[in-house]
């Protein structure tokens, strides 16, 4: 059974910073490319950040780029995002995800496995 569990998230003022972590389980993780996408209310989920099987390769929404950063230790099974000078338009909650394919996805349908997401709050 495959499990993506996602922690870290929580509330923090405007140009603060979090770090996500998604632990992952039932899967052979060095052969996935995992990534995190994020959903505010009434929006449509969106895609912020992938990282290759190997962790050599990561690419990231323009909206985040040079704030966030995704990272993965093989070892340990899980992923992180280092979210830095967040924005109240960061507010969201954030999703683990991993995909068998090593094509640069950014749609949330094409992606296979989802953990259960994670709040992340950003006040003014």
């Known amino acids: 059974q495959v499990q993506l569990v996602e922690s870290g998230g929580g509330l923090v003022q405007a140009g603060g910073s979090l770090r996500l972590s998604c632990a992952a389980s039932?899967?052979?993780?060095?052969?996935?490319?995992m990534g995190w996408f994020r959903q505010a209310p009434g929006k449509e989920r969106e895609f912020v950040a992938r990282?290759?099987?190997?962790?050599?390769?990561?690419y990231y929404a323009d909206s985040v780029k040079g704030r966030f950063t995704i990272s993965r230790d093989n070892a340990k099974n899980t992923v992180y995002l280092q979210m830095n000078s967040l924005k109240p338009e960061d507010t969201a909650v954030y999703y683990c995800t991993a995909d068998t394919s090593t094509l640069p996805r950014t749609t949330s349908r094409d992606w296979d496995y989802w953990g259960q997401g994670t709040q992340v709050t950003v006040s003014s």
């Open positions: 990282i290759s099987r190997s962790g050599s390769g990561t």
């Open positions: 039932g899967i052979t993780f060095s052969r996935y490319t």
